[in-house]
C-alpha cells in the first residue's frame, strides 16, 4: 500500500529563520512520483515540485530546496529565509509513474506558521 | 488568469438534497480529478475522468457521481448528502499523451456546508 507520512502538524518559526518540512512514504512501487504542494488560507493547492523516482538529485529553486533519499524514503522540503508569505499548509503527494493520471496519496500536512 | 475554476466558492445544501458542484478548466487537459478534503485533513481523490472514461476510487460512497460532458466540464453530484459530506471539495487536471504527463492543476475548490 501507498502511503505518505508527514509527522509535523504544525511548525511556528520567526521570519528569516530557515525551516524544514519532513515527508516519508511507503511504497511498493520500484517507479513512482513525489510532490509537494502549498494549500494557502484560500484553499487552492498550488505545485510547487515534482520529482521521479529515477531522479535523486536535490533541486533548488530561490528560497526553496527539496532533499530527496531514496535509501530513507524520504523527501523533505526546506524553505530558506522564511517570509510570512510562506505561512500555509504544505502537503506531501506520491503516485505512480507511467500512467495517464496523478492520482495521488497526500500526507496529512505541516502547517506552516512564519511569524513577523 | 485562472485555469481551473470551481463554482459556487460556498454551497450550503440541506441534509439529502441534491447538491451540484462544477469545474471549468481552459487548459485543455484530457484528465480531471475530483478530490474530498475534510477539515485539518489530507485532500482524498474520488474519481477522475480520463477523456471521457470514468475511474471510480474503490472506496468512494456511492452517494457520489460524477459527470464529464465535454473536455472542459467537469461535475461531482451528490445524491443525498450527509452531515459527513461537509467538506471542502477539489478538481484538479492534468495532460497526459505519450511523452508527456503533466503534474496536476488545482482549482479553489467548493466549501460545502450540509445543514
Known amino acids: 500500500a501507498q502511503k505518505v507520512t508527514q509527522a509535523q502538524t504544525e511548525i511556528s518559526v520567526v521570519e528569516k529563520e530557515d525551516v524544514t518540512l519532513d515527508c516519508v512514504y511507503e511504497?511498493?512501487?520500484?517507479?513512482?512520483?513525489l510532490f509537494w504542494y502549498k494549500q494557502p488560507p484560500s484553499g487552492e493547492l498550488v505545485f510547487l515540485i515534482r520529482r521521479n523516482s529515477f531522479d535523486e538529485q536535490n533541486e533548488i529553486s530561490g528560497r526553496y530546496s527539496w532533499n530527496f533519499q531514496k535509501s530513507t524514503s524520504s523527501f523533505n522540503f526546506t524553505i530558506t529565509a522564511s517570509q510570512v508569505v510562506d505561512s500555509a499548509v504544505y502537503f506531501c503527494a506520491l503516485s505512480e509513474y507511467g500512467g495517464a493520471t496523478n492520482k495521488l496519496i497526500f500526507g496529512t500536512g505541516t502547517l506552516l506558521a512564519v511569524q513577523p | 488568469d485562472a485555469m481551473v475554476i470551481q463554482n459556487p466558492r460556498y454551497q450550503v445544501t440541506q441534509f439529502g438534497k441534491p447538491v451540484t458542484l462544477s469545474c471549468s478548466q481552459t487548459l485543455n487537459h484530457n484528465v480531471m480529478y475530483w478530490y474530498q478534503q475534510k477539515s485539518s485533513q489530507a485532500p482524498k481523490l474520488l474519481f477522475h475522468y480520463y477523456d471521457k472514461d470514468f475511474n471510480n476510487e474503490a472506496d468512494t460512497p456511492d452517494n457520489f457521481q460524477s459527470r464529464r460532458p465535454n473536455t472542459s466540464f467537469c461535475f461531482l453530484d451528490i445524491r443525498s448528502p450527509g452531515l459527513g459530506d461537509a467538506a471542502m471539495y477539489l478538481c484538479?487536471?492534468?495532460?497526459?499523451?505519450?511523452?508527456?504527463?503533466?503534474?496536476?492543476?488545482f482549482g479553489q475548490g467548493t466549501r460545502l456546508t450540509v445543514v
Open positions: 484538479a487536471t492534468s495532460l497526459f499523451k505519450q511523452g508527456l504527463d503533466t503534474e496536476a492543476f
Open positions: 511504497t511498493r512501487d520500484t517507479t513512482y512520483y
